[in-house]
């Protein structure tokens, strides 16, 4: 149960992280306005606290392991989002990510 609430985490973190980045880059980027961006710096702001609810309590372990969720992340991000087609080795580097990310945060520890 604890694995599920932790990557169920891992995913809010990536929502809003990812999401918000996406957000201000409409806003900024594509000239869509400065509401887009204030809603992606909410995101980003919320995301922030995200990490604060997961089970293990240090703080770079729980970071390094999203690290892996925000990489596969954003690439499907721009798959759903903006039509990016990844290439094998966006999605072969993707799954080594998600592997070390899985090695960071649920490798059995002794004590």
């Known amino acids: 149960m604890l694995i599920l609430r932790s990557a ?3 995913v809010l973190a990536a929502i809003l992280e990812i999401g918000g980045a996406w957000l201000v880059w409409q806003g900024v980027r594509e000239h869509r306005g400065w ?3 204030a809603g992606g710096v909410l995101a980003l702001g919320a995301y922030g606290f995200v990490a604060t609810f ?3 309590g240090q703080f770079g372990r729980v970071l390094a392991a999203y690290g892996g969720i925000f990489v ?3 690439i499907l991000w721009g798959v759903v ?3 990016y087609r990844p290439d094998r080795w966006d999605i072969t580097g993707a799954l080594v990510c998600l592997a070390g990310m899985a090695v960071i945060m ?3 520890r002794g004590g």
């Open 8 to 10: 169920a985490l891992f």
């Open 35 to 37: 509401m887009w961006a």
């Open 54 to 56: 997961q089970p293990d």
């Open 72 to 74: 596969a992340g954003s």
């Open 81 to 83: 989002a903006d039509g």
């Open 106 to 108: 649920w490798a059995p």
